[in-house]
């Protein structure tokens, strides 16, 4: 093929309108996520993003807003043990799965419903 896909650039959630302190106080709060600047063209839509490593996370206004329930996206983690304790020490409910071979994981919800996967590889 003339063409090739090379990584993911980002990853887009979506959030109902006004909700950017919320996703602060979870993405980078809890999770850790760095906040980055969004270009000022986009900053008038609302919205937040985040980095970590060379990928970004981006949260963006959708109204109506229908949380992604079953899609989702899945990060890998360092320490997830760890992380578990971390979630539970701020009150993060989340729920194990062992459905993965070699993979330890959890799934959790962020403040608007959207489904999250963390895993790490064993």
Do not use: C, Y
Not at 15 to 21: D, H, L, T, V
Not at 46 to 64: A, D, K, N, R
Not at 92 to 114: H, Q, T
């Amino acid at each position: 093929m003339p063409f090739a896909f090379r990584k993911i650039d980002h990853i887009q959630l979506a959030a109902p309108k006004g909700f950017e302190e919320a996703a602060r106080e979870f993405f980078s709060g809890i999770l850790g996520l760095t906040e980055v600047d969004k270009p000022e063209e986009l900053k008038k839509r609302g919205g937040v993003w985040f980095e970590f490593g060379t990928f970004q996370l981006h949260i963006g206004v959708e109204e109506p807003f229908s949380p992604a329930k079953k899609a989702h996206p899945a990060f890998v983690v360092e320490n997830i043990e760890e992380l578990k304790l971390h979630l539970k020490g701020k009150n993060v409910v989340f729920k194990e799965d062992d459905n993965l071979p070699g993979a330890n994981r959890i799934f959790l919800e962020d403040p608007f419903g959207n489904r999250l996967e963390l895993l790490e590889w064993m």
